[in-house]
Each structure stands twice: as structure tokens, then as C-alpha cells.
DNA sequence: CTGAAAGCGCTTACAG
DNA sequence: CTGAAAGCGCTTACAG
């Protein structure tokens, strides 16, 4: 019933409005050089047609589009829903159509969305890489157009990347704990080859080697979540049960390892310290104790944007924005 | 530095392949009238050239368009996350290309989203309603395009709604519960005015009726997480110790509701029990004892397409979908 | 500030 | 099965 009706153009509005097409056009892109009595006709004219711009059209005749592909890896992951929403609200209030599309973590299905958007003349891509993403590709990519990585860096990869200071995070985090004076300390996180997460043991790192400690070895969950954390921990503490610290990957597995050591029964000056290098928002989690890393993703949105627009006007951006981290100390590491 | 070379056309791909335009067009829209010959040599012309199909100029010509808009109301909210990977997941599939919004459960952005989305000639709309969307809007968007809400029913509106049997999944595990023979009985949810969940209350309160059993006040936290769930619990106790059964709008209120139980310390015998009325996967939730039923987002998003096709071809589908729900039965009603 | 004209990259009948 | 031609709804110089 619908969408041939759908024959309103520019044609009939300036019809209407008793001006010509190149008028209505100019009142359509914003132009100043309208006169405000035309404009106001136009405006009239508009509004009594029911007139809806076709941008397809516009884009085609200017060779322009303000389209911008946010392919993001996992939109149930509570961090990148966040993030995808705070990119949206972000790039529409600057003209721009985010269109928002998920490649569940499969290579394929972001190589199929990417072309499809090419298709559509996305005018630039933000991406949050999937874990195999070919460096390669990417480059070729972001060679033809704007392209901008997000939250996972890709190794010697020329397209700009914006992320969270992953390494500062577990550093700053792990040197609260060993100042308190903790010695057989672990890393534990759902993913360890992942390149955050090596970025994150990186710093961990760091700061055992500053404070002449040999950390315990890594522990890894099967997945990201408090269960998974929750069951490698307990397996770990059999092998290990000199543990007094440990440092979770995020808030997810902290909430894991927690629930993990309050079934040990330790007595107080037996307790396991905990601390998270990334706090997650969570309506499940219960416990506000945890001392965790501040991350924000509005921030990240924000310098996301930034290089995009500076790669839009062919400026080169910085090829790696880190994004500063903030430590949030709680009961959890006292 | 891009977006000027990009001029490599169907005219370029016909020189290069020593065919027509019109054959070039027609072995891209998958039409059969071309021979094998001029396609393999069309499609190598296209490879070797880096052709790009040209969605806007397609679209425009032949005012069609494969876009479908789905207009999510809150991407954080973890079902939602959920149910639209799967619509992206099958509407691309069928040959759609999905295009996820958010609106931030805002009237405003909703409807300044749909109306962007028009301009980008959107064929379909997918909607999950924010709480306050109007009716005439919507009744009178769904005159002029196809468009299917979800999750949340509109009263009287004309526009195909496709959603859980909220009322079954709140009556059967009710009975569950009551059948078990408990009598202090109530329920608790975020928002008790919103339209699903007085559905919710709904299926509950004629389960009670069935049972010859009034129910006791309905318990209101403020937002939907475990923590807001665990003080309006907690503040619920005290006024009616008497309590033995708790029906919650989702898990995640059940959460809340079962760690404030836990403070109690209370004997086996005057266990309260605890059920939810939609499950929904969580990696911050650890135990799995919870009664609950489950919601397929998967057959939602299915049974949405289908709507949407129907729309799209002229037919009249449903106004109403109810997607059938299954009851999970755990400890935590035992 | 306004109008007439050309053209963006495609599709679609219509003849051959 | 293929080619020539018209046109989708807009923008953009270019004259007036």
C-alpha cells in the first residue's frame, strides 16, 4: 500500500512554494544565500506536502554521505552495548547517521557487514575488531576509507586506533595491592592471548617487577564470566593456596573470584585481596566493595569522533589515542 | 585522499567486459536473462576493477529498498542487546540489510531516528516502543510505511505487535508456586505501570484468583537491577514478615530479591520462595536455582520477520503475536 | 538571490 | 540474450 505514494520531491515543494527546484534545494542544505520569505514558503510548502528529503538522491548528485558504520564485536557484551550507544548519541549530534551493526566476533560476518556498507557509501567505519582480524585487510580498508579501531588494537596496523589505557590500568591497580605489601599475587582473566588482556599482564607485570616480585602464574578462565571465574579460581587455589592477591581482568570475573573465595571461609588476616583493571556497569552485580578501574566510554566516544572527523578532512590523526583510567579504591583490596 | 576515486562505475565494468550496461545491471541484480558467458566475463571485469555496487543509485532508480530499520529503546538492557544481534542475524539472512538504532528510552530520539531513517528511504521498521510512545504517532507511521513493534504492546494500536506471552509466563509460574500451597504471595518489579508488566501482574493475579488467594501488595523498586530489588525487598519484609512466596518480573530482580532472603537467616521451613517471570543470561549471575521462564529471543526475532515480510508483500498480518514461553523449574521454588 | 540545465549511477521497458 | 534511451530525486555551477 505504501511506498509508491512516495513521489514528493523537491519539484512539488517548490511547485508549492512558487520558487524553483535550486531554491528548495538550498533551503534543504542549510544554505544562507535564501532569502527568509522564500524559506518561509519553502518551509510551508514542506510541511503541507508531508515532503521527505531523500538523502539517497543527495548523496548520489554531491558524491556525499554522512553515514557512519559502527561495527561493533559484541553488542551483548555490556561494555559495547555502552559504547555503541554512547558513539550514536555522539556522532548524530554532530550531523552524522550512525548506523550500528554487530559481527558477533566472527571475521566473515565483519567482512560482510563492512562490504555491505561500502555499498551503501558509509562515509566511515568505526570497528571494533573481532579477535582474527587480518591486519592486512584492515589496512586495505583504511587505505580506500576512513576507518578508525576501537577498545582492541591491531598489531602494526597503519589505521588509527582509540583505546583505554589498558597497560596503565593493571599497572596502577596492581602497585595498590603490592604496596599493601601482598607477595603471592596472580593474574586472572578470561582470555589471556587476547591482545588487551597481554596488554593488561603487561602491566601487571610492571609493577610485580618494580616491587621485586615474581608473580604466580596466570590463571585463565574458559569465558568471560563470573561463573567460568568463579570455578578456574577455586581450581587454582587447590594448586596454590598461598595466593594472597589477585588481579581480575574486569569487574565480571572479580565478581567470580569473590563469590569463589567467600565459600573458603578465610579467616581475616588470611583474606585474598582483590582488585578489577576494568569496572563493568552491571544491573546483576550487587556488591559496590571492589576496587577497579574506572574506564570511560564516553570519553573514548568522544576521541573516537575526533580522529574520524580529522581522517573525514584528510588531516592525519595520531595513529594510537590511549584513553586515560581511573583507579576507584573500595573495601575489596583493604 | 578517497571518496573522489571512487568512480569506477557499471559503464567502466561493461567497457572492461566488453558488454552492455544493461547486461553489467542485470547480472548485478542476480537476474537469469544473461548468458553464463557474459556473466563470468562481467564478473571478472568487476573483480579487477574493485567495482562497488552502488546501493543509493539502485535503490533510487528502482524505488526499492532492502534497509530495515530496528529501533531499539535501550541497547544496554542485556535482552535487548540480545534479541537485536538475532533480528540483525536473520534480516540479513533474508537479504535486508539491518540497521540497529538506539533510543535511548526517549521519545524524542525515537521519533527524530525514524524520522532520519525515512529520509534514508528505511523500507521497514522494527520498534521496541520506548514507555511513552504515542499511538496516533505510531498508528499514523504505520499507515504510510511497514512497520512491527516489539516486546511492548501499544494500547489500540492498529501497527502489528509482536511480543512473549507475558501473561502465560507470569500465570504459569505462579501456579507453579501456589500450587505448592504458599500463601503470602506477592510480586515485584521495576516498573509496575509499564504495560508488560501489568500483563505480568496480570497472568499473576488470576493465578492467585484460581487459588482462592489474594496477593499481597505488589513490591516496586525503583529500576530494574539486583541492588534497587534487594532494599525494595528488604523494606517489604519488614512490613509483611508473613511473606512466603515472591513472583519477580526477571532475574535479575530475582537476584536482588534472593540475596536480601539470604541476609534473613532464616530456617529451612520458612524459606521464602522465589521465582521470575522472564530469564534473562547475565555473565555476572552465578547460581543457576532459579525458577524462571524462558524467553526465545530467537523465535521473537523470527516470528518479527515474518510479520515484517507479510507487511512488505501487502498482506495483513497479525496484529498481535504471542510468542509461546517455557517454564523452568529450580530450587529456588522448591 | 533565483532559474535552466547537466549529471550523479543505476534500472527498466522496449526494440532488435 | 543485448543495446540505446529515458528517468529516479537531487546538487551544482553558471547566468541572470
Chains 1, 2 share one sequence.
Not at 550514536?88 to 566476533?105: D, H, P, R, T
Not at 602497585?175 to 589471556?192: E, K, P, R, Y
Not at 570455578?231 to 587447590?238: E, L, M, P, R
Request: aromatic letters at 4%; hydrophobic letters at 40%; a neutral charge.
Amino acid at each position: 500500500m505504501h511506498n509508491k505514494a512516495k513521489s514528493v520531491t523537491i519539484f512539488d515543494v517548490a511547485d508549492l512554494a512558487g520558487v524553483s527546484k535550486s531554491t528548495v534545494s538550498l533551503v534543504l542544505t542549510q544554505s544562507k544565500k535564501v532569502s527568509d520569505k522564500s524559506k518561509q514558503k519553502v518551509l510551508k510548502a514542506i510541511d503541507e506536502l508531508g515532503y521527505v528529503y531523500n538523502r539517497d538522491a543527495a548523496a548520489m548528485r554531491s558524491k556525499r554521505s554522512n553515514l557512519i558504520a559502527v561495527v561493533i564485536n559484541d553488542l551483548t557484551d555490556p561494555v559495547m552495548a555502552q559504547l555503541a550507544t554512547e558513539l550514536e548519541l555522539i556522532l548524530n549530534n554532530e550531523g552524522f547517521q550512525a548506523v550500528i551493526v554487530s559481527s558477533n566476533n566472527n571475521v566473515e560476518q565483519q567482512t560482510q557487514a563492512i562490504n555491505k556498507l561500502k555499498e551503501y557509501n558509509a562515509a566511515g567505519f568505526i570497528i571494533c575488531p573481532v579477535t582474527n582480524t587480518c591486519t592486512q585487510w584492515l589496512d586495505t580498508l583504511s587505505s580506500q576509507h576512513s576507518v578508525v579501531t576501537l577498545m582492541q588494537e591491531l598489531a602494526f596496523s597503519n589505521a588509527p586506533c582509540v583505546l583505554p589505557d589498558y597497560k596503565k590500568a593493571s599497572h596502577i591497580v596492581s602497585m595498590h595491592l603490592l604496596s599493601q605489601g601482598v607477595t603471592n599475587i596472580a593474574f586472572i582473566g578470561s582470555n589471556l592471548q587476547l591482545r588487551s588482556c597481554l596488554t593488561l599482564q603487561h602491566g601487571f607485570n610492571t609493577a610485580c617487577a618494580q616491587h621485586s616480585i615474581s608473580p604466580l602464574n596466570a590463571i585463565e578462565c574458559g569465558e568471560n564470566s563470573a561463573l567460568s571465574a568463579k570455578n578456574a579460581f577455586a581450581q587454582a587455589y587447590k594448586s596454590t593456596p598461598a595466593i594472597n592477591a589477585i588481579v581480575c581482568a574486569n569487574d565480571i570475573i572479580a565478581h567470580g573470584v569473590l563469590a569463589s573465595i567467600n565459600t573458603l571461609g578465610l579467616a581475616a588476616d588470611q583474606r585474598i585481596k582483590v582488585v578489577s583493571c576494568q569496572q563493568v556497569k552491571n544491573s546483576a552485580l550487587l556488591d559496590d566493595t571492589l576496587t577497579s578501574v574506572a574506564i570511560s566510554t564516553h570519553e573514548i566516544a568522544k576521541r573516537c569522533l575526533l580522529v574520524l572527523q580529522e581522517l573525514l578532512q584528510n588531516t592525519a590523526p595520531p595513529v594510537k589515542t590511549l584513553v586515560n583510567v581511573n583507579l576507584q579504591i573500595k573495601e575489596s583490596s583493604q
